[in-house]
């Protein structure tokens, strides 16, 4: 029946597509994620019914076009293309695009939020424009050297933590960013200490955060709290407020 067992049995899929970087699980269930939140969104606003055989509608070229629909797209794209970059798969970004481009031509939905790991902006302003220029780099491998990588890997943490929470896939970019962040951090503190501010003071307290053996949102937000003065980041006290909120248990 179309109703909200139907969104989360659509949704497990391209959750487990997401996490796991697997375009063809992805393209696979693209469609079937658009179709039933479309519909959902329909029957909330009270402009379609429920139909009497229960099959959620097939989405009109038209209805792919529309807001509400580009809308889900950018935000399952922009989810898959986090993870894929924290894991520096570029092929599987470069294959769900081509899927799509092939399935729906080039404005598919989502093509926006991909658009912004293509993009080479080096004026970020929105939060997106930081993310995608992160993902980008990662994607390409586009390292800095040692000097400058714990602040840029701590930058990069912090947006794709922000855009993470604002995402309908949060659980699904917060697994693999938490293991990104403690790959990450533990390669700092283990080999690349020497770069870090007021090291003495610092590192002891960068490896205490990672000694939590949980690869989660309160692991990510102490980590970010606690790795802030050591790459010689202000934070405010509203942020680091609400960063300490996060990481509460």
């Known amino acids: 029946m179309t109703d909200m067992a ?3 049995t659509r949704k497990q899929p391209i959750n487990l597509a997401i996490v796991h ?3 063809d699980a992805f ?3 693209f ?3 658009l179709e039933i939140t479309a519909f959902i969104t329909a029957l909330r606003a009270g402009t379609a019914a429920m139909p009497a055989d229960g099959v959620t509608p097939a989405l009109s070229a038209d209805d792919l076009k529309g807001s509400g629909v580009q809308g889900v797209g950018n935000d399952a794209l922009f989810a898959f293309c986090m993870t894929a970059a924290l894991r520096g798969d570029a092929a599987a970004v470069d294959a769900v695009e081509a899927g799509l481009v092939a399935r729906l031509g080039p404005e598919f939905p989502g093509s926006l939020g991909l658009g912004y790991f293509r993009a080479d902006n080096p004026n970020p302003i929105l939060l997106e424009d930081f993310v995608g220029q992160a993902g980008r780099k990662w994607l390409k491998g586009d390292r800095p050297p040692p000097p400058l990588r714990a602040k840029e ?3 990069t943490g912090l947006r794709f933590f922000e855009k993470a929470r604002k995402s309908n896939f949060v659980q699904e970019i917060l697994y693999p960013l938490a293991r990104w962040t403690r790959e990450r951090w533990t390669v700092i503190a283990e080999k690349e200490p020497a770069f870090l501010h007021h090291i003495e003071d610092n590192l002891p307290i960068l490896r205490e955060a990672l000694e939590d053996p949980r690869n989660d949102q309160p692991f990510i937000a102490n980590l970010l709290l606690k790795a802030a003065p050591a790459v010689d980041m202000e934070l405010t006290e509203e942020y680091q407020g609400f960063l300490r909120s996060l990481a509460r248990r």
């Open 31 to 33: 469609m079937g994620w």
């Open 6 to 8: 139907e969104l989360q």
């Open 27 to 29: 393209l696979a269930s």
């Open 21 to 23: 970087v697997d375009p």
């Open 153 to 155: 890997d701590w930058n």
